[in-house]
Structures are given as structure tokens and as C-alpha cells.
């Protein structure tokens, strides 16, 4: 397994646990007082911080892993540099997460038209964001397990 | 033989609507600025009071529109296969280069609504943002019919 398919892997899992740990700390304030003034910068600032720490860490981690386990079965443990085909597949993924990134544009803009609180447009935006992940990470594990 | 002396027929019907969407998406982009302009000079409203929202929404679905239009028309007259292997690559080049733009736009309207400015410049900089995005993509599209895709 590549380094760039480990990080698509890592990603699959990172986005939608981040994505549950900031609704549930934005919604149970949501539920205690008014949406203008729910502090969810900070949250947001962390989600977003802790994706991005979240998958380089996660992928070095599962890199050693596996090279102590195949160390462990007695192999030679080996990193796989990435090649043409990873970077084929990285953009075969960015054009398929821009279907959720479009729809969700396209909703934060009608957002803003009604002028709803601030809150709300950026965590469409934010859940936008995570969908258009994770269905690119699906769409490229696609790519590697199945072919284009 | 230089790229002009290339007969039509031999523009992909991918690369040909590569060329029809530039065209339409900055008549589109323009006609939306010059409606909006002239409303933020002749209305006598700050800039952000304008009505923007009609014409947005107009440009978007008109351009949409036609766009899908043309593309459904010629699509059904072309008789063969839309894309190739080529197609599909170039298709996919572009794509990634709009998705980078695209995620820097996002992340600038968070930024933004963080600082609790007008929804107006949320929404500006969102529609520009993605109009630039897909710009760039689609020059960078044609670019990589005639040059090749840079590895």
C-alpha cells in the first residue's frame, strides 16, 4: 500500500469522527442558548486542525504498523513511494469531491440570501466539506481496490 | 502542422465544450457584474444592501441552462462516445486544480463568517471564488489538449 493510499484510508475515518465530535459540541450548546450566540469558531478552528494533524498522524502511524508487523512475520518491511497512478487516482478523487462542494456552495449562497446566522452557513459549509471527503476518499479507494 | 491548421473535426467533443462553457461562463460573469454595478452605482444603498440575490440566482440557472442545453443537443448529435481515455485524464486534470481553488474559497468563507462580516461578502466571495476556480480549470483544460497534461 502506498503512502498516498494509506492517507486516503486514514481520511475515510478521520472526517466523519471529527464531523461527529463538532455537531455534537455546536448542537448541545445550540440547545442551551440562541444560535448568535454560540461560540463555534473555536470548535470549527479545532475540527479542522484536528483532520488535518489527524490524517498525517494517523498515517504515519498505520505506516509504521505495518512495517512492524511485516518485520514481526519475518518480511522485509518496505515503503511504497507513490508513483503515476497515485497521482492519477488523487485527482480522479478531487474531481468527485466536487459534486458535495458544488451542491454545498450553491446552499451557503442561498443561505446567505435569506441572511440565516452565521452559525448555520458555516456548518453547511463545514458539513459540505466533510461529505465532499469522504466521497472522494470512497471514490478513490474505489480507484485502487477496483481499477478506474 | 500547427495547432490552427487543425480542422474542426478534430476538436474532441470534449475540448469543443471546454471552449463553449469558457465562452458562457464569462458572458454570464460579466452580465451579472454589470447588472450589480450598476445597481450598487444607481441605488442609492451602501454596497451591501443591494439586491443581489434575482440576478445571482438568474445568472446561475440561465448559464446552467444553456450550458446543459447545448450540451445535451450536441451530445445527441455527436453519435459516438463523448470522451476518451484523453478526455477522461483531461477531464480529471482540470477537476483537481478547481477542487484545490474551490477548497481555498471555502476555507476564505469560513474565515469570514468567523468574523461575522455582512452575508453579502460571504456570498461574493463564494460565487467569485468558484467562477475563478472553474476558470482556471478550464483554461488549464485547453491548455492540456494542446500541450499535454504537465506530470
Known sequence: MTVSERSVWVQLFVMPLVAVGYFSVVLSRAADESVAEISWVVPMIWAIGVVVAGIIAGTIASAIGSA??????????ELEEGDQRDKEIERLGNRKAQFFTGIGTMAVIV?????????????????????????????????????? | MTTRDIPAEDISFT????????????????????IVLTRV????????????????????????????????????RHHRPVEDARD???QRYGGAINGGLVGLTVAVSIVLLALNVEPFWVAHNLFLGSWFASFVSTVGRVAAYREGIPS
Open chain 1, 68 to 77: 512492524v508487523a511485516a518485520a514481526a512475520r519475518g518480511e522485509e518491511p
Open chain 2, 15 to 34: 475540448e469543443g465544450a471546454q471552449y463553449a462553457g469558457l465562452a458562457l461562463s464569462v458572458l454570464s460573469m460579466l452580465a451579472y457584474l454589470a
Open chain 1, 111 to 148: 443561505l446567505c440570501m435569506f441572511r440565516v446566522d452565521p452559525f448555520w452557513i458555516a456548518s453547511t459549509m463545514f458539513l459540505a466539506g466533510i461529505l465532499a471527503g469522504v466521497h472522494g476518499a470512497i471514490a478513490k479507494l474505489r480507484a485502487y481496490r477496483r481499477g478506474f
Open chain 2, 41 to 76: 452605482f444607481t441605488d442609492d444603498v451602501s454596497v451591501t444592501k443591494v439586491a443581489w440575490q434575482g440576478p445571482m440566482l438568474l445568472v446561475v440557472a440561465i448559464g446552467g441552462a444553456l450550458y446543459g442545453i447545448g450540451y445535451g443537443i450536441a451530445g445527441i
Open chain 2, 88 to 90: 477522461k485524464e483531461i
